[in-house]
Structures are given as C-alpha cells and as structure tokens.
C-alpha cells in the first residue's frame, strides 16, 4: 500500500525514551514531516505486531535495542493536502520504552539520532503537538495509558 494518499489508514509505532532527562529523538529523513524532529518509530509490517514493530524501528532508525514497557495512547496522525484531501494518515501506537542495548547510531531513514534535554525540545523544529505530549509523559513517568494492553 502507498503511504501518500492511500486508500486507508496506516497503523504505525513510535517510541518514547527517556534517559537522565533526555529524550530520544529522530530527524526525519522522509515525508512526512521531512527535516524535524521527531519520536522514533515507522510503519507496522504485515504479520508483525506492534511491541514487535516499536522495537525494530527503534533498532533500525537509532541502532538501539529496546522493550516496550507500556501503550500510552493511540493516536490519529491525518495530514491532508490543499484541497482537503487526505495526504497521510496513520494511526499510531506510541509506546514507553527503556534502553536494553545497541549503540546509537542513525539509519537511512533518520538524518540525524540524540538525545535531547527535555529544556530544549522548543529550540528544534517539531510540532507543538509532539513537545506537548513528550512533556506529559515526562512529568508522569508511570505514564498515562489512554488505552491499556
């Protein structure tokens, strides 16, 4: 299925890791939201799971080994063109996760891979929608799981 106008929603993952008051976060090298930053995290495979899909994309975007330690919510990403159509539109699971292994390295689909201090989320180019929720989790680190599992 194409991921630019398609015929359907497009189940996806991202994953939220904290580390001394960093956060783990992925300069988009593709659309959509080419060139800022982001969670990192990409497109569930078919027959794939998506615990199982948050932790190969964390491996292949940052070279890092993850678990998924909780859901924190399920959330509607709908970007449409200038004629209202829908452009993008994925729905994705975003998950809590810690650092098991690897070494943080970027892969083809991310420009560029850090971890960034939560004081300085405003001075990258991201959406005000992604700070806010990175902010959220933060301040609750027991999460605040919208959907359970």
């Known amino acids: 299925m194409r ?3 398609p ?4 189940a996806g993952v991202a994953a939220v890791i904290f580390k001394e008051g960093k ?3 992925t300069k988009r090298g ?7 930053w982001a969670l990192p995290g990409g497109v569930v495979e078919l027959g794939e799971g998506v615990r199982e899909a948050v932790v ?7 070279g890092l080994d993850v678990e998924p330690m909780k859901l924190l919510t399920v959330y509607d990403s709908i ?4 004629e209202g159509r829908v452009r993008f539109h994925y729905i994705l699971f975003e998950f809590l996760c ?3 292994g690897g070494e943080l390295a ?3 689909d991310a420009l560029e891979v850090r971890w960034v201090p939560l004081e300085k989320l405003e001075e990258l180019p991201m959406t005000p929608g992604t700070i806010k929720f990175i902010r959220r989790v933060a301040t609750d680190r027991e999460g605040t799981s919208r959907v359970s599992y």
């Open 79 to 82: 970007n449409r063109d200038e």
């Open 7 to 10: 015929e359907r929603p497009i």
């Open 56 to 62: 190969r994309e964390v491996r292949e975007e940052c």
């Open 23 to 25: 956060v783990l976060l």
């Open 30 to 36: 593709n659309p959509p939201g080419e060139g800022r």
């Open 98 to 100: 810690r650092v098991v």
């Open 3 to 5: 991921r630019e106008y």
């Open 106 to 108: 970027p892969s083809s």
